[in-house]
């Protein structure tokens, strides 16, 4: 007898590697497609095993939007009863991959809703890591998820939500230590831009500024302290200056810049301002 099971997961995998060459956001027929599969296994009797649903919730990542995002998490949650269900502890590793796509899923959606969603998934991976499953959050899962608070803190990240999404937005920066992970310059990077969009009195302007000196200052010396991830990077400079600029300060925006310049003279080459950092100088400027 043919197996039937073994037939399903190759189409569905073939469906979610088509998705992937394509592309795929906005175009949701290969996932429409992949459901009306899973539909007919459920007539046929079939219980899906955890590469069919590694590759539904891939297809449904890479669809993009709020509602993929839904979609894509219910396939994660399917997947994780699954394993708790018919398989080991260890086996929970399968899982791994799903939890990053569904995250950044959510970091990418646009939703209001999004820095809580991604949150919400990057808890759940915390609890099975904590109850001895082997899943463990990478830097990368936590950075995205950072990142997605500056794009889903409620419209225009002020007031309420901005607060929220600070107070998120640090929180996963400690979590990081306890996780025993070691933070990148893009972790830092992700949370200036929270303090950046934060900005909305002159009395969070200082703080903003603050706190993202004090995180520059911080990355620069864990790179002296040996911690190549925390190399120096065009990217948080310019997250910095955004800050400054936002701030007002002009004056101390084209100190950033000049800064940037001399530590790529000196060979640190992943510190060369780019447009946007002269850009946001130049909007400081004009606005001071």
């Not at 956001?25 to 459901?35: H, L, N, P, T, W």
């Not at 590759?55 to 994660?76: C, D, I, Q, T, Y």
């Not at 190549?228 to 997250?239: I, V, W, Y």
């Amino acid at each position: 007898l043919p197996n039937y099971l073994e037939c399903f997961n190759k189409v569905i995998y073939a469906y979610s590697r088509k998705q992937a060459v394509a592309g795929g956001k906005g175009d949701a027929s290969y996932s429409r497609r992949v459901e009306a599969l899973l539909a007919l296994m459920k007539e046929q009797g079939l219980t899906a095993d955890t590469r069919i649903f590694n590759a539904v919730v891939s297809v449904w990542a890479k669809v993009g939007g709020e509602h993929a995002a839904r979609r894509a998490e219910k396939a994660l949650m399917n997947m994780i009863s699954f394993i708790k269900e018919n398989c080991s502890k260890k086996d929970m590793s399968r899982t791994s991959h799903a939890f990053h796509e569904v995250i950044t899923c959510w970091a990418r959606s646009e939703s209001n809703d999004a820095g809580a969603r991604a949150e919400a998934v990057l808890d759940h991976m915390i609890q099975l890591y904590q109850a001895g499953y082997s899943i463990k959050p990478s830097i990368i899962a936590i950075n995205t998820v950072i990142t997605a608070w500056t794009k889903g803190s409620g419209g225009d990240g002020v007031g309420r939500e901005g607060d929220d999404a600070i107070d998120r937005a640090e929180k996963l920066l400690y979590c990081v230590d306890d996780l025993g992970l070691v933070p990148t310059v893009f972790t830092y990077r992700a949370v200036i831009d929270v303090w950046a969009k934060s900005i909305c009195t002159p009395d969070r302007a200082a703080e903003a500024v603050r706190r993202a000196d004090a995180l520059l200052a911080d990355s620069i010396r864990r790179y002296k302290d040996g911690n190549e991830d925390m190399k120096p990077h065009a990217r948080l400079f310019t997250a910095v200056i955004n800050v400054h600029a936002k701030a007002g300060s002009a004056v101390t925006a084209n100190k950033l810049l000049q800064r940037m310049e001399e530590l790529y003279q000196t060979g640190l080459y992943d510190t060369k301002p780019d447009v946007v950092a002269y850009t946001e100088v130049i909007d400081a400027w004009a606005k001071s």
